[in-house]
């Protein structure tokens, strides 16, 4: 199939459709970090945003928003590239993503985001810019490429937290948000080539002259044209509200006790303890650090804390393997 001139894929005004999918990806954005807020502020039993299906809808929310950053690129610079526009989006966008750094630093200094998102965005923008021009089955196969490149380039001296912008090493680093350029920057590239192969449908087609008139697609629309403000607005906004929340309500009786049981078994079993003897001393040593009142303290445990809470642990583990009784 010929691609399309990349004149031919770029409209006169903005679209509405693409304006409302931008929107939408935002309000999903907004729902999965409100999980990730609640399960942090321990509003709920456990953080389900960090479960096996809270994490794969994480990675469609990123995988929409850049594709749609490659679509955009192939609608703002397909007739040639205005190169003042092209420069300050790309400072606007850097310049919000070094803002996130040093706030999430001082937030989270063990967790910090140092490549999410919009790291990943500005610099995919600048790498996908000239696949603009290129012929799309290039595109196509460098996007493919891409994406696959983690499963397949994995070596040691990738492990170095200098390259951890990559993506390619064994390790995951402790951050609250890790948008590597491999596989992520794929994306931009896929919707480059979508851009490029569907440029007639998206500047004459329905998708085109459909208009956002009513209510929530109105709604989105606004949002999707001012994502940028909207992305560095809403987590504090919704942090605030919800650490409001928690200091009237407190946290939710039975917060952790999953990650806590889990962590517990599992240590259990790598110091030799039987896999079904660790289970229930799990659960017998939350209950009795519960009733002891050393559960979810806040803070480290003083010296005789801890010595107590080896104590309680230590005859659950007895009493689960049966030599001796609960404490």
Sequence with gaps: MPAPSPSAAVPRGRIDALDVARGTALAAM???????????????PENHALTPPGRLAAHVIAGAFLLLVGIGLVLANGRGVPLKAFGL???RIGGAAALITGATYLAFPQSYIFFGILHCIAAASLLGLPFVFAPVWITALTAMAVLLAPSVIVHPLLDAPELYFLGLGRLRPDTNDWVPL?????MVLAGIALARLGGPFLVSGPLARWRARHGIARAAAFAGRHSLAFYLVHQPVLLALLYGVVSLTGPHPRAGAASFRATYAANCVRTGGG??????AARCTE??????????LGAPYAPEQRLKAQGLSQACYEAAEGTAPAP
């Excluded at 907004?30 to 709920?44: E, I, P, Q, V």
């Excluded at 491999?182 to 794929?186: A, D, K, M």
């Design 287 to 296: 209950q009795a650090l519960r009733r002891e009142g050393l559960w979810g």
């Design 275 to 280: 896999a079904e003897s660790c289970r229930v």
């Design 182 to 186: 491999f596989p992520w920057s794929g």
């Design 30 to 44: 907004a729902s999965y970090h409100t999980l990730w807020d609640l399960g942090f502020l321990r509003l709920t």
């Design 89 to 91: 989006r790309i400072a």
